[in-house]
């Protein structure tokens, strides 16, 4: 019977990398439209429509938490939410789904360094391996094939996409301790509010379309449903059940999905010097999770 609830977290774990993978290409979409901190709350007024209520339906004193959890779940709101969305939204303005995908790829990376200096365990040499792996990987990706000059490849949309994986690691370091006490659907849903909340604060100052074509308001409702009430409370169950840097592992296939989706929705033409990185990367991180 445990083996049974473990292979479901497991798979799970496979449908929120799909589900973030399909992000890449709904925030791209959704970039070229919304500002970042518009397009991000657009979606979590998505997200929380379908968690407040669901939440309630569990637990009718759902809004009844500690300050010491209240503060929790605001470094995961701070980190997860405002944070990432802030970085991801400006940088899938203005990198290919393809390239983005692969510079958050340093996920488990940054999780592996967090984690190193919450446990006090020295990081072991294949793991140092992996991250020089996943180092070369995203120079080939930043520098565009143009390895002479490296920092001529590098560009705004690169930086901020660079964000996206330090602040996630900071988010599912916060989350290990905040699951001891809370639920998962609880927490996602508390990180939501509190970050949206911060994202609200700057709204007011970004321009709203006068139109917007039916197929944004379907990525942004993807976004909402699949990126944020699936996505995070089911990482949220992983990270329960399995742990962090265990849980961190399965982002090592969202640039795999989101290369094939980029090419397949977006149509775009993957480089050269994409594939190449995604090599590298990709082999880092399975390199960093080995036994």
């Known amino acids: 019977m445990e083996q049974k609830k473990l292979a479901l977290v497991y798979f ?54 500690s300050r010491k959890q209240f503060f929790q779940v605001f470094l995961l709101g701070l980190t997860g939410i405002f944070g990432y969305s802030f970085f991801f939204f400006n940088g899938m303005k203005l990198v290919p789904a393809s390239h983005g995908a692969l510079l958050v790829a340093l996920n488990p990376a940054f999780v592996m360094i967090l984690t190193s200096f919450q446990t006090k365990q020295k990081i072991g040499k294949w793991k ?95 976004l909402g449903i699949f990126g944020t009430v699936l996505g995070f409370v089911w990482y949220y169950e992983g990270i329960q059940k399995i742990g962090p840097l265990k849980t961190s592992i399965f982002n090592n296939l969202i640039p795999v999905f989101a290369l094939v989706l980029s090419v397949v929705v977006l149509g775009e033409q993957v480089e050269a010097s994409t594939l190449l990185g995604a090599f590298f990367v990709i082999t880092g991180v399975v390199i960093i999770n080995r036994k």
């Open 128 to 222: 140092w391996v992996g991250l020089f792996f996943s180092l070369i990987g995203v120079v080939v990706v930043i520098s565009r094939g143009n390895y002479s000059n490296i920092l001529s490849g590098f560009q705004w949309g690169d930086a901020f996409m660079l964000g996206c994986p330090a602040t996630w690691a900071l988010y599912t370091f916060f989350a290990g301790t905040a699951l001891k006490t809370i639920k998962p659907l609880q927490a996602a849903t508390w990180a939501t509010l509190t970050g949206w909340a911060m994202i609200l604060l700057f709204v007011p100052f970004e321009p709203f379309p006068m139109v917007v074509a039916p197929e944004i308001w379907m990525a942004v409702t993807y």
């Open 12 to 65: 799970k774990l496979v449908l929120v990398a799909f589900f973030w993978a399909g992000t890449f290409i709904a925030t791209r979409m959704a970039a070229q439209v919304f500002g970042p901190f518009t397009g991000a709350s657009l979606r979590y007024v998505v997200a929380l429509s379908l968690m407040i209520p669901l939440c309630l339906a569990q637990d009718k004193n759902f809004f009844l938490i």
